[in-house]
């Protein structure tokens, strides 16, 4: 295999969807900058034009979009907007990375198996908002994040990956999420770099892991 053929196999842009602060995309672009990521940042998008992460995105000279859902009067055609701008990337893995917007089965139905989210919380329990306290007033002993498919349920696609961390009795939900987030600045970009390197794959309702089928997600 010739230098160019590799590197396109190794080398991938994402577009990288935010609607807050967008710290999971910065944990993303500084593993790209350090070379633990073997991808490119081709684009952030925003649904909400105030969002603190495009300043961070445009400080490092990533391009930006803002897709504003107030421009629209539904979600098909928010949906097909998002998607006009995503398909001006050649092939990208799609990250929501705090992406406040629930998504149609047309835009999802689109990019199964290339889009990834991370949710707050050990999937399946806890899907929506606010599942710090919903894992606090649970009195659950284990809490953490989950790396999955976008599907076309909220919170529902199939997990690729958890990290977990123990709930202390003293865990207040922003002490707990402060915890929460460090994990998720670790285990989103490893999971993106194995995906890119063709290590996970989703194939016919199954995840694969090195060509195999994975039972339980990867524990981080
Ligand atoms: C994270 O907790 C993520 O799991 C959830 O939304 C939050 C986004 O935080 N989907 P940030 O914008 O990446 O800082």
């Known amino acids: 295999m010739n230098h160019h053929v590799q590197s396109q196999l ?13 710290s999971n995309m910065q944990a993303i672009h500084q593993a790209c ?6 991808a490119s940042i081709a684009m952030v998008i925003s ?16 391009p930006t979009c803002v897709v504003d859902h107030h421009d629209f009067t ?6 097909r907007a998002l ?4 398909d001006s990337v050649e092939n990208p893995l799609i990250i929501l990375a705090g992406f406040m917007r629930r998504l149609t089965a047309e835009f999802t139905h689109r990019y199964t198996a290339r889009m990834l989210n991370i949710h707050p919380s050990l999937l399946p329990r806890h899907p929506g908002l606010n599942t710090h ?3 606090i007033a649970s009195g659950d002993r284990w809490h953490g994040c989950s790396v999955h ?14 990290a977990i961390v123990p709930l202390l009795r003293s865990d207040t ?26 290590l996970i794959e989703w194939q016919d309702g199954h995840i694969l892991y090195c060509g195999k089928r994975l039972r339980n997600p990867l524990l981080f």
């Open 10 to 22: 190794t080398h991938q842009s994402l577009v990288i969807l935010i609607s807050g602060r967008g």
């Open 33 to 38: 900058t350090r070379g633990a990521l073997n």
């Open 47 to 62: 649904n909400r034009p105030q969002a603190a992460g495009l300043d961070y995105a445009k400080e490092n000279r990533i």
């Open 74 to 79: 539904d979600r098909v055609t928010f949906d």
């Open 83 to 86: 998607a006009d701008v995503i």
């Open 133 to 135: 306290a919903s894992a």
């Open 149 to 162: 498919y976008v599907t076309e349920e909220l919170d529902s696609g199939p997990v690729i990956a958890r």
């Open 173 to 198: 939900p922003d002490a707990l999420a402060d915890r929460v987030i460090s994990r998720e600045h670790v285990i989103y970009p490893a999971i993106i770099q194995l995906c890119l390197r063709g």
